[in-house]
């Protein structure tokens, strides 16, 4: 029954509306079996909407779902044994204690392994004897994520699982998740915090305005980006405005400051070496650029 | 900066917030007095009938039990009698308001944000009081010019007006400490609705046993029937109630200082670190979320049964004590007659009150939707059959076991009172068991609601006001029969005292299946969250 999939989640043109809001505009997703997969996208960009369909908790105007082999909204009782959510916005029960929670938690999907359960809750620091109204923001998302993370689950689906959690506690989280990924369990994991999904995920989805605007490997993603070059040359360096890929170039003399475009990058040095280079800095492309430049034409489409 | 800085601020906020619901309750309440009085006027059109008709009231211990006594039998006193149970529910309204305006605000996070930028500590509560406080003072305002209007002793109406107001203010007080006391909305609420009922209780026994008469001054509830409005007009009384509300407010102010934010005064304690073995699954889970408000309702039914059971031997003495009354009744039917008059309406009043405890049951599933606590149980392997099932289940049942409580406490305490217990049970058996399918259809219109239109889920409330209002009012109203018929009570036989009539109870426990399924098919095919 239980087959390999090579696809933990695929989506193909999903749609939902509510209201005049289009939450998600042709979303197509798709998260292989046993990766760490970053989904990320600003505030509003339809990140907990996917979410929530892949949960069955609402239903796709249109377009087609499946996870771990099924349909989110059909089979949901079959599919949530074998996976664990934790919310972006964790709200506990005021009158139960976060142990409480947990086990309720980790019982509704069908056991959890006790000894799991423990260590990390001493990992994660936390009093499991407090009442859900008394936890601060943090704890809550400790109280969901140790639910979530002790249960014997295939996929785990991770909505800004921490967003409230200080950095020490934010290392215990990375280093949980890289034990999951050597589990051979499939995360997704929505986030806006791009050092944490360059730290974690395997392959990366940009979402923006309900559409996934990019979707690759870390490297592959770089590859789209620019890699920002400062330096010094020797002798005259002809036409290197007129290469393709090479933006907001200044040049002061011999010292030379541009933008190049990755996939261009050895075109433009071998230029800038035959005219000898006598000291050069580049940075890296980060992942952060390349998700401001998808938000930054965001900001230039609303305003335009 | 002061602790009130903000207050001003805050209140035009607060009315921006109820700007339509508080007009709404304004309205209806002050204009309740008005309305009553031409059904008084025809039922008893002159003098000779209201002095007779003041008479039977005091010595009938349903109505005085109820609404308390008539205290002069004007129009107006007919009024302020009939009526008698509106100050308590305007109460009610002031004091949920002015929980939702305060600890519901702190529970959730708001007050927070508002208290993180110019804001007094004790503004919001500030703030809070005078909405509640001015929209009392309106409704007592309107009462007094509407009776007025029907040309009733300016002195009298205006004292009427006057304990409207009183009662709105003084219990708004008695919520604005009930607020400071617990860090949730919900057993702030529970802590007001037990003054107010231990109030009621207090009052009932006062009106009914002269030997306790003075529990009527250990209670607000009390004393604004002391007012005696168009009677003694007692204003002191009045003062008494003005000067409660202040020191009230004062010792909500002084609480507030004393305690964080988002705390309460009552301390809260550490739980279990592992669940029980019994929260494992949706019903141990909704029986968790469900049992506090159960037993507290149970309790509460079990009090007011008793005490409405050891009444009602009382009545056949109080009836043949007077040759009076006595040859009154014996025109009415006789006094077994009117014992069972009695025991019925009382049994139809438990059974009234027993749906709102259904209506609240179901209402669970609508918090749990909107505190996002079903988006992390539905997100296990619950499916959203088991997750309702196991909450409609206290709508249902719980409803029914709510009721028991109250009627096998009333048929104990009565059983007692005449030496023969199984007799009591037995009889009044009937008159709750009667109540069961009229609640499951209110338990059932709750449930449609959730399914199909989750935001309308107050309307629940409205239909069970509308009931109470065919029930209790709506032959001093003078409604036609065919909106009497809309409450599923009116079908119900009046048991004991008349025959079975097996019919109704199948149209309403059918009509009860129907809309509940209908609401749990609209639950499995909506959106959720």
């Known amino acids: 029954m239980f087959t390999i999939m090579e696809q933990a989640i695929t989506t193909e043109n999903l749609t939902k509306r509510f209201g005049p809001t ?63 959510y934790v919310p972006g916005d964790v709200n506990l029960w005021p009158s139960l204690s976060g142990g409480e929670v947990i086990d309720l938690l980790g019982r509704l999907r069908g056991g959890l392994d006790p000894r799991r359960r423990d260590s990390l809750l001493e990992r994660f620091d936390l009093d499991p004897r407090k009442k859900g109204r008394t936890y601060s923001k943090g704890n809550r998302q400790k109280v969901a994520l140790v639910a979530a993370l002790a249960s014997d689950v295939e996929l785990l689906l991770l909505d800004e699982p921490t967003a409230g959690l200080d950095p020490l506690m934010e290392a215990v989280f990375r ?61 005259p360096v002809d036409d290197l405005a007129g290469l393709p890929g090479v933006h907001d170039l200044e040049q002061e003399g011999d010292r030379i400051a541009c933008e190049v475009d990755t996939a261009q990058l050895n075109e433009v040095l071998t230029k800038l070496v035959a005219a000898g280079v006598t000291s050069l800095v580049s940075q890296p492309p980060t992942l952060e650029e390349l998700f401001m430049r998808h938000y930054s034409d965001d900001i230039t489409g609303t305003t335009s | 900066m002061s602790t009130l800085t903000g207050t001003w601020t805050l209140t035009r906020f607060t009315l921006r917030r109820d700007r339509f619901l508080l007009p709404l309750w304004i309205i209806l309440i002050g204009l ?104 009392s003072l309106v409704i007592g305002g309107l009462v007094a010019a509407g009776m007025i209007g029907e040309n009733e002793a300016v002195t009298g109406s205006i004292l009427l007006g006057a304990q409207y107001a009183a009662a709105g203010l003084v219990f708004a007080g008695v919520a604005a400490v009930c607020a400071q006391l617990t860090t949730g909305a919900g057993a702030a609420r529970g802590i007001f609705f037990i003054v107010l009922g231990a109030g009621y209780l207090f ?102 049964g008793a005490l409405l059971g050891s009444m009602v031997h009382g009545i056949k003495q109080t009836i043949e004590s007077s040759p009076v009354i006595r040859d009154m009744m014996t025109a009415m039917g006789g006094s077994d007659v009117l014992t069972d008059a009695f025991v019925a309406s009382m049994l139809g009043i438990l059974g009234l009150v027993a749906s709102g405890y259904g209506i609240q049951a179901i209402g669970k599933l609508r918090s749990e939707e909107t505190r996002l606590h079903a988006e992390q149980t539905l997100a296990t392997s619950v499916s959203r059959w088991s997750w309702m099932g196991s909450h409609l289940l206290f709508g249902m049942i719980g409803s029914v ?99 079975m009539t097996w019919q109704p109870v199948l149209w309403l426990t059918g009509i009860a299946a129907v809309i509940t399924v209908v609401g749990a098919i609209g639950l499995r095919r909506r959106d959720l969250g």
């Not at chain 1, 349909?71 to 996976?83: G, I, K, Q, T, Y």
């Not at chain 2, 107050?458 to 409450?487: E, F, I, K």
Request: contains cysteine; proline residues 4%; charged residues 15%.
């Open chain 1, 22 to 84: 289009h939450a998600l505009d042709g979303l197509d997703l798709a998260v292989s079996t046993g990766e760490v997969h970053g989904f990320l996208g600003p505030n509003g960009a339809g990140k907990s909407t996917t979410i929530r369909i892949l949960l069955g908790l609402l239903r796709a105007d249109s377009g087609h779902v499946s996870l771990l082999g099924g349909d989110p909204w059909h089979d949901a009782v079959s599919l949530h044994r074998r996976l664990a």
């Open chain 1, 175 to 235: 280093e949980c998740i890289n034990e999951e990924r050597d589990r051979g369990r499939t995360v997704l994991l929505s986030s806006h915090i791009l050092s944490e999904v360059e730290a974690l995920c395997d392959r990366v989805s940009i979402i923006r305005a309900g559409r996934i605007v990019e979707s690759g490997t870390l490297a592959q993603l770089r590859h789209l980006t620019r890699t920002s070059i400062h330096c010094e040359v020797s002798g």
């Open chain 2, 32 to 135: 309740v007095p008005v309305a009553l009085a031409p059904g008084i006027s025809e039922i008893w059109p002159d003098q000779a009938a209201r002095d007779n008709g003041a008479q039977l009231v005091n010595h009938t211990p349903a109505f005085t039990a109820l609404m308390g006594k008539v205290h002069d039998p004007s129009l107006g006193g007919l009024v302020a009698w009939r009526g008698s149970l509106v100050p308590l529910i305007l109460a009610m309204i002031t004091a949920v308001t002015l929980i939702r305006h305060t600890r519901t605000d702190e529970e959730v996070g708001r007050r927070e944000l508002l208290g993180a930028n110019v804001m007094g500590r004790h503004a919001q509560l500030a703030a809070a009081v005078i909405v509640t406080a001015a929209a």
């Open chain 2, 203 to 304: 009052r009932m026994t006062a009106d009914l046993n002269s030997s306790l008469s003075w529990l009527r001054w250990a209670t607000p509830v009390g004393w604004l029937e002391a007012l005696e409005p168009y009677a003694a007009n007692r204003w002191e009384v009045l003062a008494l109630l003005i000067g409660t509300f202040v020191v009230l407010v004062g010792v909500a102010f002084a609480l507030q200082s004393r305690r964080d934010i988002e705390a309460g005064i009552l301390p809260t304690r550490l739980g279990r670190s592992t669940a029980p073995r019994s929260l494992s699954n949706s019903l141990g889970l909704a029986w968790r979320i469900q049992r506090a408000a159960l037993l507290g309702w149970a309790i509460g039914f079990a009090l007011m």
């Open chain 2, 401 to 499: 076991v709510v009721l028991a409580a109250g009627g096998v406490a009333f048929g104990l305490t009565y059983g007692l009172a005449i030496d023969d217990l199984a007799a009591g049970v037995r009889d009044s058996a009937a008159g709750w068991l009667i109540q069961i399918p009229a609640v499951w259809v209110l338990s059932g219109f709750a449930m449609l609601l959730f399914g199909l239109i989750p935001k309308l889920l107050g309307l629940a409330w409205v239909a069970l006001a509308m009931c109470l209002v065919c029930g209790q009012l709506g032959a001093a109203l003078r409604l036609p029969q065919w909106a009497l018929n809309l409450s599923p009570f009116t079908h119900l036989p009046q048991l004991p005292g008349n025959p």
